[in-house]
């Protein structure tokens, strides 16, 4: 039976310093994850012999893919979880302690802990992917932590109770805690599909009114996650979207004032009549 963190992918938002990358990889072959994934873009190019180097030949031993796309690279993740601890406006996203990690991620098959780029952290973009937000603890005098500490630091909070299978992990870690399980039934890509459609339709009705189409959105998403959607919710969501959509054309159409040669044609058959 493979452990949760065999399954656990990381996932570096456009690093800035190959070396942090070399860190990282390092920690990926330490503590076994599943591999580790870098997103950068692309004019940025790193050679092998370079991973190799600053990975002390950890780069052979892992798993190792780039993307230039956060999206793409999440694809089959199936629960998404970054690293931040800077308050944003992404006050409705849940956020937890690290150690509360090995809960968090619950059953999940496919897990991706995101870590942002080394100076800036995660985008809003990037954050709007996950599911939920891990906490690093360090002291608040100087929080910020170097960017392969910060995977180390994760790695472990995974692999502490190794020797245990999921489910021993859970009740252990559980007990009577509040946190529970973050459980998602829908992809990558049918969540960002879903937010699209949504903000296409705001944008276009202009609802809610005085408001900010994809701060909406992604307040909307964030609520349906926490009832652990299905593609099917979605798609009922989106039906209701849809039906504002066409009320709204509706609306407008109806409300469309006649050109100057229907006026004319009508003013000519109300004085045929009247004549």
């Known amino acids: 039976m493979q452990r949760v963190y065999e399954n656990t992918w990381i996932c570096l938002c456009f690093p800035s310093d190959i070396r942090n990358i070399g860190g990282a990889i390092r920690v990926v072959a330490n503590f076994k994850l599943a591999g580790l994934k870098v997103i950068t873009k692309p004019e940025t190019i790193w050679s092998e012999d370079e991973l190799k180097a600053y990975s002390s ?37 849940q956020s937890f302690k690290s150690t509360d990690l090995m ?46 500490h910060a995977v180390a630091c994760l790695a472990y909070e995974l692999t ?10 859970l009740k252990i870690n559980t007990g009577d805690s509040e946190v529970k399980p973050i459980v998602t039934q829908t992809s990558t890509l049918e969540d960002e599909a879903f937010l699209k459609r949504v903000i296409e339709v705001c944008e276009r009705t202009q609802f809610p009114p005085g408001k900010n189409a994809m701060t909406y959105a992604r307040k909307l998403r964030s609520l349906l996650r926490r009832a652990q959607p299905t593609a099917g919710d ?3 969501v989106l039906g209701l979207f849809r039906e504002l959509d066409r009320l709204n054309l509706l609306a407008h159409s109806n409300s469309t004032p006649s050109s100057p040669l229907t006026s004319v044609k009508r003013s000519k058959k109300n004085d045929m009549t009247h004549s």
């Open 57 to 93: 030949g950890a780069y052979q031993q892992i798993r190792f893919e780039r993307y230039h796309c956060l999206a793409k690279a999440t694809a089959n993740a199936d629960l998404l979880i970054g690293t931040s601890r800077r308050p944003r406006s992404h006050g409705h996203i």
């Open 160 to 169: 502490r109770l190794g020797s245990l299978d999921h489910q021993q992990n």
């Open 103 to 148: 809960v968090v991620l619950g059953s999940s098959k496919r897990p991706h802990l995101l870590f942002g780029n080394e100076r800036v952290g995660l985008s809003h973009a990037e954050l709007d992917l996950c599911h939920a937000l891990i906490e690093i603890h360090s002291d608040p005098s100087f929080p910020s932590l170097n960017l392969a």
């Open 234 to 236: 979605y798609g009922i």
